[in-house]
């Protein structure tokens, strides 16, 4: 079964910079499409970036330029670099793992990490 476990959330200010990692126990990490979404409280989840299989990226107008989406096969990791964070920034932030642009299963989603980020 498909795990993702996010780490490197924590409290930060405003300014600051965290990296996120996410960690997938799948087999078919290399060609899913990956991606990091954020929920605040009271909002929908959105989408902040993904990364697919081919290295193609996509963000957020409100994240780009300071996040960036990469990804390491090799350790079946993504990662979310997040510099000069903003305080509308704290949120939730969940990994996703989606295989269905190549006929796989998906999305998968991990459990979550807290981004907090003071003024």
């Known amino acids: 079964q498909v795990q993702l476990v996010e780490s490197g959330g924590g409290l930060v200010q405003a300014g600051g910079s965290l990296r996120l990692s996410c960690a997938d126990s799948?087999?078919?990490?290399?060609?899913?499409?990956m991606g990091w979404y954020r929920q605040a409280p009271g909002n929908q989840r959105e989408l902040v970036a993904v990364i697919t299989s081919g290295g193609e990226t996509n963000y957020a107008d409100s994240v780009k330029g300071r996040f960036t989406i990469s990804r390491e096969n090799a350790k079946n990791t993504v990662y979310l670099q997040m510099n000069s964070l903003k305080p509308e920034d704290t949120a939730v932030y969940y990994c996703?793992?989606?295989?269905?642009?190549?006929?796989?299963?998906?999305?998968?989603w991990g459990q979550g990490t807290q981004v907090t980020v003071s003024s």
């Open positions: 799948g087999r078919l990490f290399s060609i899913n499409t």
């Open positions: 996703n793992a989606d295989g269905r642009s190549r006929g796989l299963p998906g999305p998968y």
